[in-house]
């Protein structure tokens, strides 16, 4: 029962972020991470943690994938003004990465998968997860919220001062 | 509330260094952005208090169950950062004003850049690792886009942006598989658990996880093949942002790398060709690339593409032989003193000549500014690696290490190259002095970049010629 959950929900995940890659539209780039999303929220399931189940479920579920059909939205973006924007230099080498990211997943498929040696950490309660979170891992945690703090400056710095004139149309 | 293990002290630079960079934003906020003028003080005091703590001679525990650790390369690597951080803030500061940026956003996101690079300088594990490479590239990446009136600004920081992603996402992907097959976040844990899956089938997936990961450092480190951004990138950001890139990130990337493939010393056998062939084409490209420009930025960014080259082939020692970091160590900080200062000297000679870094704004410099053209001289030599300046040590001890680990070859190529190095280092030096101005007048430094290019000057001398100095400074504190 488990195997062909956890394979179902792994298809539903890897085709939810080929649909995002793959369709032009931005919404519905936005609801095929939806999909990948709610997939993930099913593995934490089968790895027993159900709280962080339903976090991803509330957070990136809810919360973020609408908050980005509401820009998208807002931004009013149409199809014949979104061009391909490629990386010029290099293209070889991100192909090149591809496949060997490609063969590194068929290597391990056929080894036989991982080991599952990692301890799978505290049973997933809030309280279990709130202990491991700010006392084992509270570096990381506050690292993180550097992360966003930065993020977000560098958000306002890029928007508030950085726009493009009007007349630097050349 | 236990909180027993965690021994803040060992993550205090970092705590400085983010509160001022908070305490920048707060002040801005407060005074609504007419004081700015003094926020550069408050920046360089949190670094100032971060580097006396560094400093100071208490052996200092790790911390955070071990994720902040406090050994001889976080201490390298915290200084250095601390080290850049005041050669370029007055500097930035001035350069932000003179051209329109937001200086606040500037130096609180300079500060918050340095916390991710001394947290990943002494990263003990790998989530921190990875965080900590997320927090400077992400600061980075807006920093790169602050000239965002400019369209050459906002391309650097699109492609930084979308290089460095597919680097972490590498970075992570690579990390997830090595540690689920190792069975252990702590980076010093990761070989003795490598071994104990040797001859298995998880083996492979471990070795998987060490090529993505080791692709994803070299992406952030600007190594061949995957150094395709590093032109646009440097010559594209405003240049004190330039100079930041490609000292202080630079060398917490190479502590971070250095870090795991010291912990991957046991399956070296597996990376050490790899790391090999990217080292040696990363000197020669770099190298050569370099000779050939005839844009100051541009030849200092491929100049710091064939330092990594260098950087490299230290780092290959470090797991072969169980050669110590000491000559990476080493090479980093009179390489960074050197292209801090020079991005700065590049930054005001171009603004007062072409206003687009050629080189030929330093045709003539020796006779509008001497003292300028000679110290400019011994900065690049430096770089080159003349004796007795600091490079030269640096480069002999990437060198012999190398040699030591029987990359004798490698070695080789790496001296071969560093002549054709000279050559590119020696023709601003020629022109400055061997050339007839294009423009008349004096070109006065002012204080701040007088002070940078003095103390990046007489640092590259004094690490020349006490290289000891330095080195035992980081044995004696914190093992």
Known sequence: MEGILFVLLSVLALGGGLWVLLRRSPVDSALGLLTTMVAIAGHYMLLDAPFLAAVQLIVYGGAVIILFLFVIMLLNLRQDRLRARRLAAGRWVYALAGVAVLFCLAGIFLAGGTSGAVDAGPSGTVEAFGEALFRRWVYPFELTSVLLLAALVGAVALTRHAAPKAEDKA | ?479
Not at chain 2, 39 to 54: D, H, K, M, P
Not at chain 2, 80 to 92: D, E, F, I, R, W
Not at chain 2, 101 to 126: C, I, K, R, W
Not at chain 2, 198 to 226: E, N, R, Y
Request: hydrophobic share 55%; charged share 10%; proline share 3%.
């Open chain 2, 1 to 479: 509330m236990d909180f027993s293990g965690l021994n803040v002290a060992a993550l205090l630079p970092e705590l400085l260094v983010s509160g001022g960079g908070l305490l920048v934003m707060a002040l801005h906020a407060a005074f609504r952005g007419r004081q700015d003028r003094q926020l550069v003080w408050v920046s360089l005091a949190s670094v100032v208090a971060a580097l006396a703590f560094c400093l100071n001679p208490l052996t200092v525990e790790p911390g955070y169950f071990g994720s902040a650790l406090s050994d001889p390369m976080a201490f390298a690597g915290r200084i250095t950062v601390l080290a850049a951080l005041v050669l370029l803030l007055p500097g930035g500061v001035a350069y932000a004003r003179s051209r329109n940026l937001p200086q606040a956003e500037y130096l609180s996101l300079s500060l918050f850049a340095a916390t991710g690079m001394m947290a990943l300088a002494s990263a003990g594990d790998l989530i921190v690792l990875f965080l900590a490479v997320e927090v400077l590239s992400i600061s980075l990446y807006c920093l790169a886009g602050l000239m965002g009136e400019r369209e050459s600004s906002r391309q650097a920081a699109l492609t930084y942006f979308l290089a460095g992603s597919f680097a972490s996402g590498f970075l992570l992907f690579g990390m997830a598989l090595l540690s689920g097959s190792a069975g252990t976040l702590d980076i010093a844990a990761l070989g003795t658990g490598l071994a104990r899956v040797s001859g298995t089938g998880t083996q492979w997936v471990a070795l998987g996880g060490v090529v993505l990961m080791i692709a994803g450092l070299l992406f952030k480190v600007g190594a061949v093949p995957f150094h395709s951004w590093v032109a646009e990138v440097y010559s594209g950001s405003p240049t004190v942002v330039t100079a930041f890139m490609s000292t202080a990130a630079k060398a917490a990337a190479f502590a971070g790398f250095g870090r795991v493939l010291l912990a991957l010393g046991s399956v070296s056998e597996a990376w050490v060709p790899l790391v090999g062939i990217c080292a040696g084409a990363t000197m020669i490209l770099g190298n050569f690339t370099a000779l050939v420009q005839g844009n100051f930025k541009r030849m200092l960014a491929f100049s710091s593409v064939a330092h990594a080259g260098y950087l490299l082939l230290g780092l290959m020692a470090v797991g072969a032989a169980g050669e110590s970091l000491e000559a990476v160590i080493f090479y980093l900080l009179p390489y960074v003193l050197a292209n801090a200062a020079l991005f700065l000297v590049a930054a005001k000679v171009s603004q007062a000549g072409s206003g687009n870094y050629k080189l030929d704004d330093y045709k003539g410099l020796a006779r509008r500014n001497p003292w300028l053209a000679g110290l400019l001289a011994l900065l690049l030599l430096g770089l080159a690696g003349m004796p007795p300046l600091a490079g030269f040590m640096g480069k002999f001890m990437v060198f012999s290490a190398a040699v030591r680990a029987g990359h004798t070859g490698l070695a080789v190529l790496g001296i071969l190259t560093s002549v054709v190095a000279v050559f590119t280092y020696l023709r601003p030096v020629v022109y400055a002095w061997f050339h007839e101005p294009e423009e008349s007048g004096a070109l006065n430094l002012d204080g701040g970049l007088a002070f940078v290019v003095w103390v990046a000057g007489a640092g590259l001398l004094l690490l020349g010629l006490w290289p000891r100095l330095w080195l035992d400074l980081c044995a004696g504190i914190g093992v």
